[in-house]
Each structure stands twice: as structure tokens, then as C-alpha cells.
């Protein structure tokens, strides 16, 4: 119980990374039900759910659940009614009527267990050796986020210690830690966002394209507000796949949030993360590449955006055609630019744009970029341009996020091989003004293209 009480994690709000983990559980078994748990001295609570809905809490009654929690091994159970502790469990009892469990220990690193991966099924069935040791690699998965989630809050705190005198902390450690609090509610999100919130004469749109269902890659981005009408947004890619790729990307979305509420400066955020990135020991060698950005309205209308870049592929700014112009596209440079967290004094450079009335910029991973077409050939960043240049064209005098994600996904669905690497997809447009004498532009909207948050390829379309 103090180990659970050491990663304060009860009854926090829904978070996408184990929302991700509980479907990515449903679909390698193709079961109807999968849980991620943590079990309370009264009760089993529920951190994520998938087919079982309206559910949050449990009582702790044998056989399921609180009897996993008493052993390191996956716990497997073919027939409940077979079973002489689980046939009276009120899953198996009840409504739900479960007649297959299995469940791997959530299990710390000096050996306390909190609680439990879970599938569930209504019909009696078997799984292989193979099978027990994912869903363990899924419960260390968990273990992986709330690891460090804990991290991420001493991060920041770290950061902020470092930021003021130490009278003022001494002055301030009440209020600080307070302040702490608020802060661990914002980290507690997700690798990707369930939705794109709403900026005032913005259109906002973003896609998500695994490239295979049975590995979590490490593609992620954000858009969230930084008070005063100002506004951020960052994607990136984190190098490698599977359970440690995706826990150093919940760290870096975490970090890169932080560090744009001490100091929004796209340069100064990516910096923070270089060096969240290196004194984490988890992290090991892995590194990424992001673009973070910040927003601000333009008194002549449009956006300012700041741009910082962490060698990542440049994002694209879309002219639509106008005052005798045709529609052409650019790719916004900034020189220099290195990797993140690779080595301790990287440079990082920034680039300033106005985002005008009616044009659009777009932000995409290198899935795309190293994409294959017919003949095996990649289809590289000259390709994308072009592609980019004939929608411009098409789109009249006014661009759309959500028009440009449509058809880039359309692209993306006609690579006949697939994709090799995950796809992530941001897209930002200014709303052009409403003309003399009719009511002013609607603002902008969240729009995530796809089912949920990620899209799967068609084959592996979540239902």
C-alpha cells in the first residue's frame, strides 16, 4: 500500500498512454475486455478501460484481480467456472459473465506488485506461453509511465528550484509545492491528445498512422494554450519502437508542456528537454527530433508563429493563390537545429513566419517522408513539396487543415506497401476574414481525422 501511495496515482483523471495500452491489449488477444488496475486496500480501481465502460471501482473479492497481485507470475485462468476461487468472483457471477481472465502483476522495481494488466472474455479460451509474456511486457509498460510520471514531476521541480534564490524558495516552498499539484495534473496526458482544443480564427486538424498495430512507436505531438492568448504546439520523433520508445515519448510530452509554462521561448523549451532527456537514467540512448512552436495573434491579422527545430524535417507554409500570386508552398528552415537529448551542448535554432489569413502550416514525421511508392523508391521531402504545391493550387484562395490532412491521408492510404514508420500529422490554419458587411469567421475547431486520436491502417481499423 505504500508503494502505491508513493506513485499517486488513485483516482487521477483518465491518461491516454494507459487508455493506449488497455486497447493495444484488445487487439493483440482479440479480446472484448482489457483493464489496466491498481488495487487499494477496499477496492479495485480501474485506471483504464476498454469494453467496459461506466465501470471505475471493484470491490477486492478473490480470485481475479486481488488474486494476481499475490505473485510476480501472469496469472491465467481458461474456464472461471472451472475455477474454485474465481467461479464466485462477481465478474464471473454477474451481468458480464466472464468465463476467461488472464492478468500479468504491475510490479515496481524493489518488488511490490500495485496491481494488474487484464483481458477478459465471455467465452472460455487459451493462450500460449508467448502470449503470458506480452501481457507481462504490457504490465511493465504501465510501470514504464507511472515510473516516469513520478520523474517528470521531480524534473520539474528541479527546474524551477534551479529558476529562484534560495530565500525566495525558502519563502515560497509552501506555495510551491502547491503549485506542484496543478502541474501534475497538466503532465498527466496523453502521448497523443484525444482532441485539439479551440483557438480563436484557427482551423486545427492532426492524424495518426501506425505503421503496425503489435509495436508503439514513438511519434507524438500537442497543441495546448499558454494563457494570455498565447497558444503552443510541438511533434516530434523519438527514435526506436516498443515500451521504451513509447515511455521516453510520455516523458518528453511531459516535459516539453513544463518547460513552455516557465518559459515559452521555442529555443529555451528545447534546451529544458535536452537536458531532461540526459539526466534521466532511464532514457538510456535514446533521442529525438521535434518542432515546437508558439502562437500569438497578429494585430494585422493572421498569427506570429516561433518555430524552433531539434533536427527535425522542416515544417511546410502554404500560400494559397492570391493578388495575382499562384499558390506555391515553402519549407520553413531554420539553421542549425540538432538532435535532442543526444548530446549535452546541442544548439537548437528558431525561425519566425506570420501565418496570414487563409494560409496554413503543416508539420509532419519523416513516416511519410520515408515512405515507398511503386517501384520501391522513397518518397522523400522534394515529393511531399510537390504534393503540397498541387493542393495549394487546388484550394482556391483560402487553405484548410482539415481539407490538407484529408487528402494527405488519402496519400498516405495509396503507398502500396504501407508505411515502414509510424505517420504524425499537425496542421494549422489561419481562418481568412470575413468579408465587408457578413458576420467574422468562425473560429477554428479540434478536428482529429480517424478513429480517435491514431488511425489505424485499414486492416487494423479499430471498431
Given at each position: 500500500?505504500?508503494?502505491?501511495r508513493r506513485y499517486?496515482?488513485l483516482d487521477t483523471?483518465?491518461?491516454?498512454?494507459?487508455?493506449?495500452?488497455?486497447?493495444?491489449?484488445?487487439?493483440?488477444?482479440?479480446?472484448?475486455?482489457?483493464?489496466?488496475?491498481?488495487?487499494?486496500?477496499?477496492?479495485?480501481?480501474?485506471?483504464?478501460?476498454?469494453?467496459?465502460?461506466?465501470?471505475?471501482?471493484?470491490?477486492?473479492?478473490?480470485?481475479?484481480?486481488?488474486?494476481?497481485?499475490?505473485?510476480?507470475?501472469?496469472?491465467?485462468?481458461?474456464?472461471?467456472?472451472?475455477?474454485?476461487?474465481?467461479?464466485?468472483?462477481?465478474?464471473?457471477?454477474?451481468?458480464?459473465?466472464?468465463?476467461?481472465?488472464?492478468?500479468?502483476?504491475?510490479?515496481?522495481?524493489?518488488?511490490?506488485?500495485?496491481?494488474?494488466?487484464?483481458?477478459?472474455?465471455?467465452?472460455?479460451?487459451?493462450?500460449?506461453?508467448?502470449?503470458?509474456?506480452?501481457?507481462?511486457?504490457?504490465?511493465?509498460?504501465?510501470?514504464?509511465?507511472?515510473?516516469?510520471?513520478?520523474?517528470?514531476?521531480?524534473?520539474?521541480?528541479?527546474?524551477?528550484?534551479?529558476?529562484?534564490?534560495?530565500?525566495?524558495?525558502?519563502?515560497?516552498?509552501?506555495?510551491?509545492?502547491?503549485?506542484?499539484?496543478?502541474?501534475?495534473?497538466?503532465?498527466?496526458?496523453?502521448?497523443?491528445?484525444?482532441?485539439?482544443?479551440?483557438?480563436?480564427?484557427?482551423?486545427?486538424?492532426?492524424?495518426?498512422?501506425?505503421?503496425?498495430?503489435?509495436?508503439?512507436?514513438?511519434?507524438?505531438?500537442?497543441?495546448?494554450?499558454?494563457?494570455?492568448?498565447?497558444?503552443?504546439?510541438?511533434?516530434?520523433?523519438?527514435?526506436?519502437?516498443?515500451?521504451?520508445?513509447?515511455?521516453?515519448?510520455?516523458?518528453?510530452?511531459?516535459?516539453?508542456?513544463?518547460?513552455?509554462?516557465?518559459?515559452?521561448?521555442?529555443?529555451?523549451?528545447?534546451?529544458?528537454?535536452?537536458?531532461?532527456?540526459?539526466?534521466?537514467?532511464?532514457?538510456?540512448s535514446r533521442f529525438?527530433?521535434?518542432?515546437?512552436?508558439?502562437?500569438?495573434?497578429?494585430?494585422?491579422?493572421?498569427?506570429?508563429?516561433?518555430?524552433?527545430?531539434?533536427?527535425?524535417?522542416?515544417?511546410?507554409?502554404?500560400?494559397?493563390?492570391?493578388?495575382?500570386?499562384?499558390?506555391?508552398?515553402?519549407?520553413?528552415?531554420?539553421?542549425?537545429?540538432?538532435?535532442?537529448?543526444?548530446?549535452?551542448?546541442?544548439?537548437?535554432?528558431?525561425?519566425?513566419?506570420?501565418?496570414?489569413?487563409?494560409?496554413?502550416?503543416?508539420?509532419?514525421?519523416?513516416?511519410?517522408?520515408?515512405?515507398?511508392?511503386?517501384?520501391?523508391?522513397?518518397?522523400?521531402?522534394?515529393?511531399?513539396?510537390?504534393?503540397?504545391?498541387?493542393?495549394?493550387?487546388?484550394?482556391?484562395?483560402?487553405?484548410?487543415?482539415?481539407?490538407?490532412?484529408?487528402?494527405?491521408?488519402?496519400?498516405?492510404?495509396?503507398?502500396?506497401?504501407?508505411?515502414?514508420?509510424?505517420?504524425?500529422?499537425?496542421?494549422?490554419?489561419?481562418?481568412?476574414?470575413?468579408?465587408?458587411?457578413?458576420?467574422?469567421?468562425?473560429?477554428?475547431?479540434?478536428?482529429?481525422?480517424?478513429?480517435?486520436?491514431?488511425?489505424?491502417?485499414?486492416?487494423?481499423?479499430?471498431?
Amino acid at each position: 500500500m505504500e508503494a502505491v501511495r508513493r506513485y499517486d496515482i488513485l483516482d487521477t483523471p483518465p491518461d491516454g498512454a494507459f487508455d493506449r495500452i488497455a486497447a493495444l491489449a484488445t487487439r493483440l488477444f482479440d479480446v472484448p475486455v482489457a483493464t489496466v488496475t491498481i488495487v487499494d486496500s477496499d477496492r479495485i480501481w480501474f485506471k483504464a478501460t476498454r469494453g467496459l465502460d461506466g465501470v471505475t471501482q471493484i470491490g477486492r473479492d478473490p480470485g481475479l484481480c486481488a488474486s494476481v497481485i499475490l505473485s510476480d507470475d501472469t496469472l491465467v485462468i481458461p474456464d472461471t467456472l472451472t475455477d474454485s476461487v474465481a467461479c464466485a468472483n462477481p465478474l464471473v457471477t454477474g451481468a458480464l459473465g466472464v468465463r476467461f481472465y488472464a492478468a500479468a502483476p504491475i510490479i515496481t522495481s524493489d518488488g511490490h506488485r500495485l496491481g494488474t494488466v487484464n483481458i477478459l472474455d465471455t467465452k472460455p479460451r487459451a493462450i500460449t506461453e508467448a502470449d503470458t509474456a506480452t501481457l507481462a511486457d504490457l504490465a511493465a509498460m504501465v510501470m514504464s509511465e507511472l515510473e516516469l510520471r513520478l520523474s517528470a514531476l521531480r524534473l520539474v521541480r528541479a527546474e524551477r528550484e534551479r529558476a529562484q534564490s534560495e530565500r525566495l524558495m525558502r519563502e515560497q516552498a509552501e506555495k510551491d509545492k502547491a503549485e506542484l499539484a496543478a502541474f501534475a495534473s497538466t503532465l498527466q496526458r496523453t502521448l497523443l491528445p484525444p482532441a485539439l482544443p479551440t483557438i480563436p480564427g484557427m482551423e486545427l486538424a492532426c492524424h495518426y498512422l501506425t505503421a503496425s498495430a503489435r509495436e508503439v512507436g514513438g511519434d507524438f505531438y500537442d497543441v495546448f494554450s499558454l494563457g494570455g492568448g498565447r497558444w503552443a504546439f510541438f511533434l516530434g520523433d523519438v527514435c526506436g519502437k516498443g515500451a521504451d520508445a513509447a515511455a521516453v515519448t510520455s516523458l518528453i510530452r511531459y516535459t516539453l508542456r513544463a518547460a513552455a509554462w516557465h518559459d515559452p521561448d521555442p529555443v529555451a523549451v528545447l534546451e529544458a528537454l535536452n537536458a531532461a532527456l540526459l539526466l534521466d537514467p532511464s532514457v538510456g540512448s535514446r533521442f529525438c527530433t521535434a518542432v515546437f512552436g508558439a502562437l500569438q495573434p497578429a494585430a494585422d491579422g493572421g498569427f506570429t508563429v516561433t518555430l524552433g527545430t531539434g533536427g527535425h524535417p522542416p515544417p511546410y507554409h502554404l500560400h494559397p493563390a492570391g493578388e495575382g500570386s499562384p499558390g506555391h508552398v515553402d519549407a520553413v528552415r531554420a539553421e542549425g537545429g540538432m538532435l535532442i537529448g543526444a548530446v549535452a551542448d546541442a544548439r537548437f535554432a528558431s525561425h519566425t513566419v506570420h501565418l496570414a489569413p487563409g494560409q496554413a502550416l503543416l508539420l509532419y514525421t519523416d513516416g511519410i517522408t520515408e515512405a515507398r511508392d511503386g517501384k520501391g523508391e522513397l518518397f522523400g521531402e522534394d515529393a511531399l513539396s510537390d504534393h503540397l504545391t498541387r493542393h495549394t493550387v487546388a484550394c482556391g484562395p483560402s487553405a484548410s487543415a482539415i481539407t490538407l490532412i484529408d487528402d494527405l491521408v488519402a496519400l498516405l492510404d495509396a503507398f502500396p506497401d504501407g508505411l515502414g514508420d509510424d505517420v504524425a500529422l499537425l496542421a494549422l490554419a489561419a481562418l481568412p476574414a470575413a468579408p465587408a458587411g457578413l458576420a467574422p469567421a468562425a473560429t477554428g475547431t479540434a478536428h482529429t481525422t480517424g478513429a480517435g486520436p491514431a488511425r489505424l491502417r485499414p486492416n487494423e481499423q479499430e471498431h
